[in-house]
């Protein structure tokens, strides 16, 4: 890198604090070191909008906090027994841990889902989908539609319906190639019935268009929302690239390109989805302007959808999600192109600013809000991996939710791709590697067989 280029950066840094902009230091990105935003663009008038927002952050940080309360009275939390291969400390500012591995040998594992019985499904990015039983046992799942393992595309996402103890249906999403079998592919996603390792009535309920000869940018996260009264049947939200080449079609409505979007469980299009009569527009659309989001999960006290993005060189995002709502790629970013070069402004009428965002990138990847009582210091804060750096990052709102008041990056070693919470508290991680791994993070406290403290 030039000094021109840097001191460009740094101009821009400069430019992003004096806004207000919230963001990581770049001295950070090694380091486990809190970083602490407290103090930015607090006061300023409020508005009556603003206050009113403000009192239901207040609600919000009390519906968060109040199980962590209970949660110091009763420590005693254990968690299941599982296959154990190797584990080592991991020490974190709030917590320490035993970061256990219960499995490797998974050739790039993408995603990953909890069913019922505590078995976890893993996606491996080359086609393969693997139940396991974390004690050792691994059952390779049959029946998978053809898949375009390329590039970044291959079998990505998993999860399980809310209520798969009486259909067994899980969801998948994947690079689905064309008619021909090569050239073109996008992003699908299909339901199918896992029985006794195999799956049946395989349906596929969305494929993105148009497809496009790139081996880039596939999206691909599923979020299921539970049934509720307006939606009785339940909703599916599917996060969809740009395709890398196709960037400018993440504007327009036309295309499945840079889109978030909200499917019924059946596949079809809810009445209320935002675009839905409007001319020239696919239905399927809930938001635009996305780059390529690979972390999505929904606010446990709201209900409501957030995401992560890539940016290019700079300027991944966090962008809790509104319907119809323009998040600006390419028009506006805190990211260049690869190398240096200006791809658009950060700031501009119509186009909403993230919530965060990093310079430099850490190609995030996964995401959960934290919200059980086995760490209670955790409860409320967002999970979400780094590919580039091998971390988990661990972020804290303020009490409005608006905005990122510190960030702990925990050092992991390995490209972290997926992260949950385990049925039983513990955090777990996905590792994209050649010899992919599942590793859990249990507070040592808790960790079977140990004394309690
Ligand atoms: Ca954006």
Same mark, same amino acid.
């Given at each position: 890198m030039t000094d021109v280029y840097e001191q460009s950066r740094f101009a821009h840094l400069v430019e992003a604090t004096a806004k207000g902009i919230l963001m990581s230091h770049q001295?950070?990105?090694?380091?486990s070191t809190p970083v602490l935003?407290?103090?930015?663009?607090?006061k300023t008038g409020h508005t009556a909008a603003a206050t009113k927002v403000l009192a239901l952050g207040v609600m919000l940080a009390a519906s968060l906090s109040t199980p962590l309360q209970a949660a110091n009275h009763s420590p005693d939390h254990k968690v299941e027994q599982k296959h154990v291969q190797h584990s080592q400390p991991l020490v974190t500012e709030k917590q320490n841990f035993d970061?256990?591995?219960?499995?490797?040998?998974?050739?790039?594992p993408w995603g990953m889902a909890f069913l019922p019985s505590g078995e976890l499904l893993v996606t491996e990015r080359n086609g393969g989908l693997v139940l396991l039983d974390l004690k050792g046992k691994r059952i390779d799942i049959k029946g998978l539609p053809p898949i375009k393992a390329k590039g970044q595309g291959g079998l990505l996402d998993v999860a399980v319906d809310p209520e798969f103890g009486k259909n067994q249906w899980i969801y998948f999403s994947y690079a689905e190639p064309g008619a021909d079998g090569k050239g073109a592919d996008s992003t699908a996603l299909a339901r199918a019935r896992l029985q006794d390792g195999v799956l049946q009535d395989v349906t596929v309920l969305f494929s993105q268009q148009p %497809?496009?000869?790139?081996?880039?940018?596939?999206g691909g996260r599923i979020v299921i929302e539970p049934s509720s009264k307006m939606h009785p049947n339940g909703l599916i939200y599917l996060t969809l690239g740009e395709r890398y080449r196709r960037r400018d079609d993440a504007q327009t409505l036309d295309n499945h390109h840079g889109k978030i979007v909200r499917i019924q469980r059946d596949g079809t299009v809810p009445s209320d989805n935002p675009f839905v009569g409007k001319a020239g527009a696919l239905p399927e659309i809930f938001s635009l302007g996305h780059r390529n989001v690979q972390g999505a999960a929904l606010h446990?006290?709201?209900?409501q959808l957030w995401t992560h993005e890539h940016g290019p060189q700079g300027g991944d995002e966090i962008n809790p999600i509104r319907p119809a709502v323009n998040y600006g790629w390419p028009v506006i970013t805190y990211g260049e192109e690869?190398?240096?070069?200006?791809?658009? %402004?950060?700031h501009a009428d119509g186009l909403v600013q993230p919530l965060h965002y990093w310079v430099p990138s850490i190609a995030p990847s996964g995401l959960v809000f934290y919200q059980h009582d086995l760490i209670p210091a955790w409860r409320g804060h967002l999970l979400l991996g780094s590919l580039k750096f091998g971390q988990l990052v661990r972020v804290e709102l303020d009490a409005s939710q608006q905005k990122v008041v510190a960030q702990e990056r925990i050092m992991i070693g390995k490209r972290v791709r997926d992260v949950e919470q385990g049925p039983d508290g513990a955090v777990y991680l996905l590792t994209d590697e050649d010899n992919g791994q599942v590793l859990r993070l249990v507070p040592q406290a808790a960790a079977v067989g140990a004394p309690s403290r």
């Open positions: 001295n950070v990105a090694f380091s935003y407290g103090t930015v663009s607090s970061l256990q591995t219960l499995a490797q040998q998974l050739k790039h %497809k496009v000869d790139s081996f880039g940018h596939y446990p006290a709201t209900g690869y190398g240096g070069g200006v791809i658009g %402004k950060t």
